[in-house]
């Protein structure tokens, strides 16, 4: 394990996160809107979600707003749109979608929906050959490029297992794909003491090592990576700034009231709490 990374600080983590049920993991999956967006875009297109959503997820990134807003307006374009059943209509609607909310560095995420044309084609063909998350995870990378791109093709592969979820239907390998770490697993990666250092240079620096460590409580704590991203992403939305400001107990309190939320109270308020402390446990970097 890099030098980097606490290994006291994985099984604590860990330990109390092995406590949440499968049924809590679901209830964040269904209250987060990424996936209520997925679930309007499969309820009129059927199985072209899958091939909708991957292209969306892989220039879901240097966004103007937050990713929540972005993927429910996503989903709001899709509603009316007639479904397509080509690479290239599927490729037009999300060009039409980036002009419509002004996106940050249109040409470079055109150029990056063109590496991916020949997967989204066989997508829209067929998307049942890539319910082995595996299989479309390596395909992914194997298009955009594992250095640059790893957490891209992580966070498509994610988006695809929601399109799948929404469809009911099962997948395999789901514990093949990683954290797709962003800004916000940056900080709490940082916070939970797991890699102690700024967010910023875990996120700029250390991608594959924060990537690798939360592997690690992921295989301890019995939850998968991306599973495990929902449930700790959606209430770390807007703690970065009070985690900055040195107010470590307000942010653990607004966690771990977000926690209760989002899981539809399947996470009480002690576990709750008690995850909010190992997860927000230091700012000792900052």
Same mark, same amino acid.
């Given at each position: 394990m890099s030098k980097?990374?606490?290994a006291s600080r994985i099984a604590r983590v &860990?330990?109390? $996160? @092995?406590?949440?049920?499968?049924? &809590? $993991?679901?209830a964040a999956e269904a209250n987060d809107?990424?996936?209520q967006a997925v679930v309007t875009i499969a309820g009129r297109h059927g199985e072209a979600v899958v091939a909708i959503v991957v292209a969306n997820?892989?220039?879901?990134? @240097?966004?103007?707003?937050?990713? %929540? %807003?972005?993927?429910?307006?996503?989903? @709001?374009?899709w509603s009316t749109r007639p479904t397509p059943t080509t690479a290239d209509e599927v490729i037009?609607?999300? $060009? %039409?979608?980036?002009?419509e909310v002004r996106v940050p560095v249109y040409e470079q995420k055109a150029s990056r929906l063109r590496k991916v044309y020949d997967l989204i084609s066989e997508l829209i063909e067929d998307p049942r050959v890539f319910t082995d998350l595996e299989l479309l995870y390596k395909r992914l990378v194997k298009s955009l490029g594992r250095n640059r791109y790893q957490k891209t093709s992580a966070f498509a592969a994610k988006m695809a297992y929601y399109a799948f979820r929404a469809l009911?239907?099962?997948?395999?390998? $789901?514990?093949?794909?990683?954290?797709?770490l962003d800004r916000r697993f940056a900080v709490l990666t940082a916070t939970s003491g797991i890699i102690p250092m700024h967010p910023d240079v875990i996120y700029t620096r250390l991608r594959d090592v924060a990537e690798q460590a939360w592997r690690r409580v992921s295989q301890? &704590?019995?939850i998968p990576p991306v599973r495990l991203d929902t449930l700790l992403w959606l209430p770390a939305r807007s703690i970065e700034p009070v985690v900055m400001k040195g107010l470590i107990g307000i942010a653990r309190d607004e966690f771990a009231h977000k926690l209760v939320h989002v899981t539809l109270g399947r996470i009480d308020v002690k576990l709750a709490d008690r995850i909010a402390e190992e997860i927000l446990y230091t700012i000792e970097w900052l």
């Amino acid at each position: 394990m890099s030098k980097h990374v606490n290994a006291s600080r994985i099984a604590r983590v &860990a330990s109390v $996160l @092995r406590k949440v049920s499968s049924e &809590a $993991l679901d209830a964040a999956e269904a209250n987060d809107p990424q996936f209520q967006a997925v679930v309007t875009i499969a309820g009129r297109h059927g199985e072209a979600v899958v091939a909708i959503v991957v292209a969306n997820a892989v220039v879901s990134y @240097r966004l103007n707003m937050h990713g %929540e %807003e972005y993927w429910t307006m996503y989903g @709001r374009f899709w509603s009316t749109r007639p479904t397509p059943t080509t690479a290239d209509e599927v490729i037009k609607g999300v $060009l %039409e979608f980036m002009r419509e909310v002004r996106v940050p560095v249109y040409e470079q995420k055109a150029s990056r929906l063109r590496k991916v044309y020949d997967l989204i084609s066989e997508l829209i063909e067929d998307p049942r050959v890539f319910t082995d998350l595996e299989l479309l995870y390596k395909r992914l990378v194997k298009s955009l490029g594992r250095n640059r791109y790893q957490k891209t093709s992580a966070f498509a592969a994610k988006m695809a297992y929601y399109a799948f979820r929404a469809l009911d239907r099962e997948v395999t390998r $789901l514990d093949a794909i990683p954290v797709p770490l962003d800004r916000r697993f940056a900080v709490l990666t940082a916070t939970s003491g797991i890699i102690p250092m700024h967010p910023d240079v875990i996120y700029t620096r250390l991608r594959d090592v924060a990537e690798q460590a939360w592997r690690r409580v992921s295989q301890d &704590a019995m939850i998968p990576p991306v599973r495990l991203d929902t449930l700790l992403w959606l209430p770390a939305r807007s703690i970065e700034p009070v985690v900055m400001k040195g107010l470590i107990g307000i942010a653990r309190d607004e966690f771990a009231h977000k926690l209760v939320h989002v899981t539809l109270g399947r996470i009480d308020v002690k576990l709750a709490d008690r995850i909010a402390e190992e997860i927000l446990y230091t700012i000792e970097w900052l």
